[in-house]
């Protein structure tokens, strides 16, 4: 027989466990006469059998899972500094309130009459999110952050086909997210890229040149992804006003900027904001998430129906929405998301918010510190929320960003961003937000340090790392064309 640790990372497949005539459930005796379901239905009705369906009990199933779930790395393990990605730990205080009776069973159809608590929610979220970016109003449709993107970019185009001409292009910067340029291409614009200057921001004479009557707007991630505030955004924003064209900002980055700056004030017409990012709802995996998008006066009329109105004393849909570019979700969107988003936010008041951003921004300036004697970093302008560092010293004795990723994983910590943003070569992108303790963060750079250390004396260390997960290093792009998702032991483990 088969030995094997009672919890290990070498599980059996379901199909493995399986043994004729397990069962999950036991019904009770039939009340009622026994028919045979093909003749019943008709076969067009009943499913085949599946070959070789495994047939295992329910403690089985549930144990299966469980362990299986053990194989990921989550915020609720330690750091996971993911840059762009702000995996910031999700306060279980939210997970309550959005699982309260009431709302978690709240039902798009259900009347109005029985859903003002619910439509209050997404009011207050959308006034809360308008005060936090300095916008005029939100809508909170959008289901993710590329999703807003492409409302926001489809508001600028209603806008512009009103004024008579929807324009041909947008400008983005080369230190945009790779969403962007495929968001505006499928708003039917054409991309022109921006080169960035020395320090990693906007050229400003780069824009003037770029900007004319063609130009539907400028599509700018701010901080960029270098983790960089653009410092001269505001002239950007003149630049691109004064040829008719408008500015969106990419928001994804927000977690640098809630309670100091808010875009509204620095030119931008219209922006996206994630709230599975910066306001703390659980992402990763596809999951449900929020992309509100929040635009000035002049867009307004444009953002997608239905927008709650308040008539007397109650709130009311209002779909009578001449120039809105229509729904971009069912319904109202992820209901549970806002609900989350909203709890975390009066959870934490103003100075709270505040303070997490004062935090995020330390902590990262605090690793970049900490790892400048030992990685390159190509931008040295003042970062914010994150830091990008170049393999380029490492790559000099044949070691990769994508292999010091590698090997993070033997030292616990999930990865951080590999070989993006673009413009730095073998990119190294950190972002540890608000949620780390000075310990923690510790821990995290000692840990690159010793590898910069093993880089040094042992490269081949780092070459075939991970040594301690049950699969190693795999080759990537076969595992990306050609998956092989069964189960095959790994010699040693
Ligand atoms: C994450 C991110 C996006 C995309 O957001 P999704 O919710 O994943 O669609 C866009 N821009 C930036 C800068 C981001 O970091």
Known sequence: MKVR?????????LFEMSSPGKKGYQLPALDVPDVDPLAALGAANVRAEIDGFPEVSEVEVIRHFTRLSTWNYAIDLGLYPLGSCTMKYNPRVNELVARLDGLAWAHPYQPESLSQGAMKIIVQLEDALAEITGMDAVTIEPAAGAHGELTGILLIRALLEKRGNPRKKILIPDSAHGTNPATAAIAGYEVENIRSNEAGGIDLEVLASAMNKDVAGLMVTNPNTLGVFEESIVKAAAIVHAKGGLVFMDGANMNALVGIARPGDFGVDVMHINLHKTFSTPHGGGGPGGGPVAVKKILEPFLPAPRIRRV????????????SIGKVRAFYGNFGVMVRALAYILAHGGEGL???TVDAVLNANYIRKKLEPYFDLPYKAPNMHEVVFSDDRQAKLGVRTGDIAKRLIDYGFHPYTVSFPLIVHGALMIEPTETESLREIDVFVDSMIAIAKEIETDPQLVLTAPHTTRTSKVD???????????????AGV
Do not use: M, S
Not at 5 to 13: F, R, S, Y
């Open 354 to 356: 505040r303070n997490a």
């Open 312 to 323: 007397g004393k109650n709130l009311k849909f209002d779909y009578k929405r001449p120039r």
């Open 5 to 13: 640790p009672h919890i290990t990372q070498n599980e059996d497949l």
């Open 476 to 490: 990537e792009v076969t595992a990306a064309r050609k998956p092989v998702v069964r189960w095959r032991p790994v």
